[in-house]
């Protein structure tokens, strides 16, 4: 009498296993009703009636679970029959084998028994124990039509490998399995394996190879076990039939190009908790050709690679659980469709380039803990049109957000210290530019070709600010500089060989500004030399707590002057509060046309 297993459950994206006799049966439970149940029999999907499954076949079964198209769980039905089956019971028919001959690496008793099926068909049972050496099994066997006649594999628990090529073009080969102490499947090892359907890597196996089942363009169905840890290059390329792929949480190595070419692969789930290494984009360096509509990540996942999922071209929205501390350089370059994204609450560093030249990209949700924006993180997001940052953040480095064209409004949180080289250059766009009071650094063409700004506030913790840091910034009218650090000659200007930080796009480099309002900060104590220079003011009022400024060689002279407003052509009148002479530098008489008025504050 056939055994019925109750209280089977499965949960969404989970991977049941259990062991069956032919006839046995497994009831199983979910609680969406929603989820239609198939089986996979001989190559072809049929549907579960009352969500109950009898073995009726020997090998691997798999049966899955479908909600909208997508499959939602998984479940895996091995046969007790070989399982754990000792050397005796496992070559129970021997009247069949028809050839044995050994397959041993360095002496190791590991055999390769052939048997032939009632059709004419083969079969081969590894035997023995140790590791299997390299080589093709059929350049070892008298049959010269091993390859294309074996359509069974089944390796003993006493091996602990799969050599190099030893499978390789082994063209009707439909069923593997593999015994529970093999760890390596070898460099192509089943390359070319154009029959296989269903394959399932488990129990201890944690590296597969280079190549090793390498356009083996039947595979429909892929279970990667736990166990995994290392998927090299080319590993699974051209297996072309995948449709849904589950990357399990204990790799930590996946090669370039290891999933290439799976042309009907649509949904990948990544659930890798540490890849620290990863080498190229795991999907193929190129995917113009690939169908993956959806990537979702797991919610242990720590570290999302570099290179892990760029040109995937299809994707429209990316959600990044709150486990993910760090998405790596250009993990997601040139997704062009991806129009959201959601960030979570875990990331704390986003790298180089990561998102770049995402250019659908509209709409970001940032981590609350969100420290770091490296270089290029988002350039050329060019849909972008408004930024949410979060108080957490830090630095926003060189580019970070390099011709968004799109963004609105730039408001700086201030936990911000350091704004990198041409972190927001050609954001053409802005209308208002609004900088945290924590700021240290403005590196050059920070805020190159911010056309659109009429007023700017440089806070008081500015330390130093780059060369063409606003070049093009032809619109700002009213200055408010309250920075009481920042000593360097040149804020707003430059006779080096790099250009002038506030230098207007204008061809009259003599009326490179239109700054006509500054206002003095209440704690600003000096004004060093050249810090206004070329600005369009008529008239300006330093305050009583400004202790010195630059006057040498007067104000509206040749370049080489050091003062303050050197080349501030339009400026008529100085209006200082204090007392005449007390301010350090300044002029003791009206020169060059300009009045120097004294108003101390009563």
Same mark, same amino acid.
């Given at each position: 009498?056939a055994?019925t297993?109750s209280?089977?459950?499965?949960k969404?994206?989970?991977?049941?296993?259990?062991n069956m006799?032919?006839?046995d049966?497994?009831a199983i439970n979910?609680? $969406?009703?929603?989820?239609?149940?198939k089986?996979?029999s001989n190559?072809t999907?049929?549907?579960i009636?009352?969500?109950v499954i009898?073995k009726?076949?020997?090998?691997?079964?798999i049966?899955?679970?479908?909600?909208?198209?997508?499959v939602?769980?998984?479940?895996?039905?091995? $046969?007790?029959?070989v399982?754990g089956?000792?050397?005796t019971e496992?070559?129970?028919d021997?009247?069949?084998?028809?050839?044995?001959?050994?397959?041993?690496k360095?002496g190791d008793?590991?055999?390769a028994?052939i048997l032939?099926?009632?059709?004419g068909?083969?079969?081969?049972?590894i035997?023995?124990? @140790?590791?299997?050496?390299d080589?093709a099994?059929?350049e070892?066997?008298?049959?010269s039509d091993l390859k294309e006649k074996t359509k069974e594999?089944?390796?003993d628990?006493?091996?602990t490998?799969?050599?190099?090529?030893? /499978?390789?073009?082994f063209?009707?080969?439909?069923?593997v399995t593999?015994g529970k102490?093999?760890t390596t499947?070898g460099e192509?090892a089943?390359?070319e394996?154009?029959s296989l359907?269903?394959?399932?890597? *488990?129990n201890?196996?944690?590296?597969?190879e280079a190549?090793?089942?390498?356009n083996?363009?039947s595979i429909k169905?892929?279970?990667l076990?736990?166990?995994?840890?290392?998927?090299n290059?080319?590993a699974f390329n051209g297996?072309?039939a995948?449709t849904?792929?589950?990357i399990?949480?204990?790799?930590n190595?996946?090669?370039?190009?290891? /999933?290439d070419n799976?042309s009907?692969?649509?949904t990948?789930v990544?659930?890798?908790?540490n890849c620290?290494?990863?080498d190229?984009s795991?999907l193929?360096?190129?995917?113009l050709?690939q169908n993956?509509?959806?990537?979702?990540?797991?919610e242990n996942v720590?570290?999302?690679?570099?290179?892990m !999922?760029k040109y995937?071209d299809?994707i429209?929205?990316?959600?990044?659980?709150?486990?993910?501390?760090?998405?790596?350089?250009e993990?997601f370059?040139?997704c062009?469709r991806?129009?959201?994204? *959601?960030?979570g $609450? @875990?990331?704390?560093?986003?790298?180089?380039?990561?998102f770049g030249s995402?250019?659908?990209?509209?709409?970001?949700?940032f981590s609350?803990?969100?420290?770091?924006?490296?270089g290029l993180?988002?350039?050329?997001?060019s849909s972008i049109?408004?930024?949410n940052?979060?108080?957490?953040l830090?630095?926003i480095?060189?580019w970070?957000f390099?011709?968004c064209?799109n963004?609105?409004?730039i408001?700086?949180?201030?936990?911000v210290k350091?704004?990198g080289?041409?972190a927001f250059?050609g954001?053409?766009s802005?209308?208002?530019?609004?900088?945290?009071?924590?700021?240290e650094?403005?590196g050059?063409?920070?805020?190159?070709?911010?056309?659109?700004?009429?007023?700017l506030?440089?806070?008081e913790?500015?330390?130093?600010i780059g060369e063409w840091a606003?070049?093009g910034c032809?619109?700002?009218?009213t200055?408010?500089?309250?920075?009481i650090?920042?000593?360097?000659?040149y804020?707003?200007?430059?006779?080096?060989t790099?250009?002038?930080?506030f230098?207007?796009s204008?061809?009259?480099?003599?009326?490179a500004?239109?700054?006509d309002?500054?206002i003095?900060?209440?704690?600003v104590?000096?004004l060093?030399?050249?810090m206004?220079?070329?600005?369009?003011i008529?008239?300006?009022?330093?305050p009583?707590n400004?202790?010195y400024i630059?006057?040498e060689?007067?104000?509206?002279?040749?370049?080489d002057?050091d003062?303050t !407003?050197t080349?501030?052509?339009f400026l008529?009148?100085?209006?200082?509060?204090?007392p005449e002479n007390?301010?350090v530098?300044?002029?003791?008489?009206?020169v060059?046309?300009i009045?120097?008025?004294?108003?101390?504050?009563?």
């Amino acid at each position: 009498m056939a055994t019925t297993f109750s209280g089977i459950y499965v949960k969404e994206n989970e991977i049941a296993k259990i062991n069956m006799k032919k006839g046995d049966k497994v009831a199983i439970n979910n609680d $969406d009703k929603e989820i239609v149940w198939k089986i996979i029999s001989n190559g072809t999907e049929q549907t579960i009636e009352n969500n109950v499954i009898e073995k009726s076949e020997n090998g691997t079964t798999i049966a899955k679970g479908y909600k909208d198209g997508e499959v939602v769980g998984t479940i895996i039905i091995e $046969d007790e029959e070989v399982l754990g089956k000792d050397d005796t019971e496992i070559d129970s028919d021997t009247e069949n084998k028809i050839a044995e001959f050994n397959i041993g690496k360095n002496g190791d008793d590991v055999k390769a028994n052939i048997l032939r099926n009632e059709d004419g068909t083969y079969k081969i049972i590894i035997k023995g124990s @140790g590791e299997m050496a390299d080589g093709a099994i059929a350049e070892k066997s008298t049959l010269s039509d091993l390859k294309e006649k074996t359509k069974e594999l089944v390796i003993d628990n006493g091996i602990t490998n799969v050599g190099e090529n030893a /499978f390789k073009s082994f063209n009707s080969l439909q069923n593997v399995t593999f015994g529970k102490n093999i760890t390596t499947i070898g460099e192509s090892a089943f390359e070319e394996c154009t029959s296989l359907q269903n394959v399932v890597i *488990d129990n201890n196996i944690s590296v597969i190879e280079a190549k090793a089942f390498y356009n083996c363009s039947s595979i429909k169905d892929l279970y990667l076990g736990q166990s995994i840890q290392k998927i090299n290059e080319k590993a699974f390329n051209g297996c072309g039939a995948i449709t849904n792929l589950v990357i399990p949480e204990n790799v930590n190595y996946i090669g370039i190009n290891a /999933f290439d070419n799976c042309s009907k692969l649509e949904t990948a789930v990544y659930n890798a908790r540490n890849c620290a290494k990863y080498d190229g984009s795991f999907l193929g360096g190129n995917m113009l050709d690939q169908n993956v509509k959806k990537i979702k990540l797991g919610e242990n996942v720590e570290v999302i690679p570099e290179n892990m !999922f760029k040109y995937l071209d299809y994707i429209k929205e990316i959600k990044i659980p709150n486990s993910v501390k760090t998405i790596g350089s250009e993990a997601f370059y040139y997704c062009i469709r991806i129009e959201s994204l *959601d960030l979570g $609450d @875990g990331v704390e560093k986003i790298c180089d380039n990561a998102f770049g030249s995402c250019s659908n990209l509209k709409k970001i949700k940032f981590s609350k803990n969100l420290k770091n924006i490296e270089g290029l993180a988002f350039a050329w997001c060019s849909s972008i049109t408004e930024l949410n940052l979060n108080d957490s953040l830090e630095e926003i480095d060189t580019w970070a957000f390099m011709y968004c064209q799109n963004i609105k409004n730039i408001k700086i949180p201030n936990s911000v210290k350091l704004i990198g080289d041409g972190a927001f250059e050609g954001c053409t766009s802005v209308n208002t530019l609004e900088l945290g009071n924590s700021i240290e650094t403005i590196g050059e063409k920070a805020f190159y070709g911010l056309k659109n700004i009429e007023e700017l506030t440089l806070p008081e913790s500015l330390k130093s600010i780059g060369e063409w840091a606003f070049y093009g910034c032809d619109n700002i009218k009213t200055l408010y500089y309250n920075s009481i650090h920042c000593s360097t000659e040149y804020i707003f200007d430059s006779k080096g060989t790099c250009g002038y930080p506030f230098q207007s796009s204008n061809s009259d480099a003599s009326q490179a500004y239109n700054i006509d309002n500054i206002i003095i900060g209440p704690k600003v104590e000096f004004l060093d030399s050249d810090m206004f220079r070329k600005c369009k003011i008529q008239t300006i009022t330093i305050p009583s707590n400004v202790q010195y400024i630059a006057y040498e060689g007067g104000t509206n002279q040749s370049s080489d002057s050091d003062g303050t !407003f050197t080349n501030c052509s339009f400026l008529k009148e100085i209006i200082v509060k204090k007392p005449e002479n007390s301010l350090v530098g300044a002029p003791w008489s009206n020169v060059d046309g300009i009045t120097v008025k004294w108003e101390p504050e009563e």
